[in-house]
């Protein structure tokens, strides 16, 4: 990695705009970036400036490394593009050039599609080994609603097996490529359970998009950004605890027509705000005001 970052930094001048994301370059490094190309754009859509709550060892100096240098960092960029609001609060302290564009995603291959399986209702997360942890969030609730509701299954796309539900019935599928599409699709309601770790407070589970895209309506986690995605009976609706949890799965599981309405208002909102031709159009014009030197002095959008 190190000798990439010479590599790139010694060729940068070829270039009318050198795009870093995530992890920004440090020490002398950043002064050769600097020294070869002006026009330097930085994406992130992390709470790098954090402690990673997954470096051990030397990836742990060097995560300590990187939050040191990353002020400086962000000084010397012509642009900082932040996936939310919370990154870019933190960006504006040290440049105020500054844009908002939340990961996209391709709403023609996530789209809804019909169901017809009778009376079953799936509640369905998507994640990794590293995100499975979050469902620990869930167990009790999902236990007594697994009770209420026999015909609910649980499906997880991606969670390892260190969370034990007990007395549900529980799908539990790899995540692929391939099959992610068509096992998102079966999902009836998405869950987005959300501690409040610092690290957590800067990420906007993508998951959420996914879901929105869909047509799938969401319960989350009332904390982090989560509620700049969900918005209240609209799109989905927030729990604070276990009660709320119970209660506001119990509403959508017994209301079909109700998990319709709020899963077409996400999926609309999905198109306008997230869709990768919206993200296009605002990435193109940042990248063409900074090579035309335009730049106002604070953009926030």
């Given at each position: 990695?190190?000798?990439?970052?010479?590599?790139?930094?010694?060729?940068?001048?070829?270039?009318?705009?050198?795009?870093?994301?995530?992890?920004?370059?440090?020490?002398?490094?950043?002064?050769?970036?600097?020294?070869?190309?002006?026009?330097?754009?930085?994406?992130?859509d992390?709470?790098?400036?954090?402690?990673?709550?997954?470096?051990?060892?030397?990836?742990?100096?060097?995560?300590?490394?990187?939050?040191?240098?990353l002020?400086?960092?962000?000084?010397?960029?012509?642009?900082?593009?932040?996936?939310?609001?919370?990154?870019?609060?933190?960006?504006?302290?040290?440049?105020?050039?500054?844009?908002?564009?939340?990961?996209?995603?391709?709403?023609?291959?996530?789209?809804?599609?019909?169901?017809?399986?009778?009376?079953?209702?799936?509640?369905?997360?998507?994640?990794?080994?590293?995100?499975?942890?979050?469902?620990?969030?869930?167990?009790p609730?999902?236990?007594?609603?697994?009770?209420?509701?026999?015909?609910?299954?649980?499906?997880?796309?991606?969670?390892?097996?260190?969370?034990?539900?007990?007395?549900?019935?529980?799908?539990q599928?790899?995540?692929?490529?391939?099959?992610?599409?068509?096992?998102?699709?079966?999902?009836?309601?998405?869950?987005?359970?959300?501690?409040?770790?610092?690290?957590?407070?800067?990420?906007?589970?993508?998951?959420?998009?996914?879901?929105?895209?869909?047509?799938?309506?969401?319960?989350?986690?009332?904390?982090?950004?989560?509620?700049?995605?969900?918005?209240?009976?609209?799109?989905?609706?927030?729990?604070?605890?276990?009660?709320?949890?119970?209660?506001?799965?119990?509403l959508l599981?017994?209301?079909?027509?109700?998990?319709?309405?709020?899963?077409?208002n996400g999926?609309?909102?999905?198109?306008?705000?997230?869709?990768?031709?919206?993200?296009?159009?605002?990435?193109?014009?940042?990248?063409?005001?900074?090579?035309?030197?335009?730049?106002?002095?604070?953009?926030?959008?």
């Open positions: 990695m190190l000798l990439k970052k010479i590599k790139y930094a010694l060729i940068a001048y070829k270039y009318d705009v050198i795009l870093i994301q995530k992890d920004a370059f440090q020490g002398i490094l950043q002064k050769i970036l600097y020294r070869m190309n002006k026009n330097i754009i930085f994406e992130f992390d709470t790098i400036f954090e402690p990673s709550q997954f470096a051990r060892g030397f990836n742990k100096s060097y995560d300590k490394y990187r939050r040191k240098s002020p400086s960092f962000l000084k010397i960029c012509k642009h900082i593009i932040a996936e939310n609001s919370y990154l870019a609060e933190y960006t504006l302290r040290y440049n105020k050039n500054v844009s908002i564009i939340t990961a996209p995603i391709d709403v023609e291959e996530f789209f809804p599609k019909r169901k017809n399986r009778g009376k079953i209702v799936i509640l369905g997360w998507i994640g990794s080994a590293f995100t499975t942890n979050q469902l620990r969030l869930l167990v609730a999902l236990e007594k609603i697994s009770q209420k509701y026999p015909h609910v299954i649980l499906k997880l796309i991606g969670a390892d097996d260190t969370i034990t539900f007990q007395n549900i019935r529980i799908q599928v790899s995540w692929s490529l391939n099959t992610m599409i068509e096992e998102l699709q079966s999902f009836d309601i998405g869950l987005m359970p959300l501690d409040e770790d610092l690290f957590n407070k800067g990420r906007l589970g993508y998951k959420m998009i996914q879901y929105m895209s869909m047509g799938i309506p969401i319960v989350a986690s009332n904390t982090g950004l989560n509620p700049e995605v969900v918005i209240e009976n609209e799109n989905g609706f927030l729990a604070s605890n276990e009660q709320e949890w119970i209660d506001k799965l119990s599981i017994e209301n079909p027509k109700l998990r319709k309405k709020l899963g077409e999926r609309k909102k999905a198109v306008e705000k997230y869709s990768l031709r919206t993200a296009e159009q605002k990435f193109l014009r940042i990248i063409t005001k900074v090579v035309q030197k335009e730049l106002s002095t604070k953009e926030i959008g």
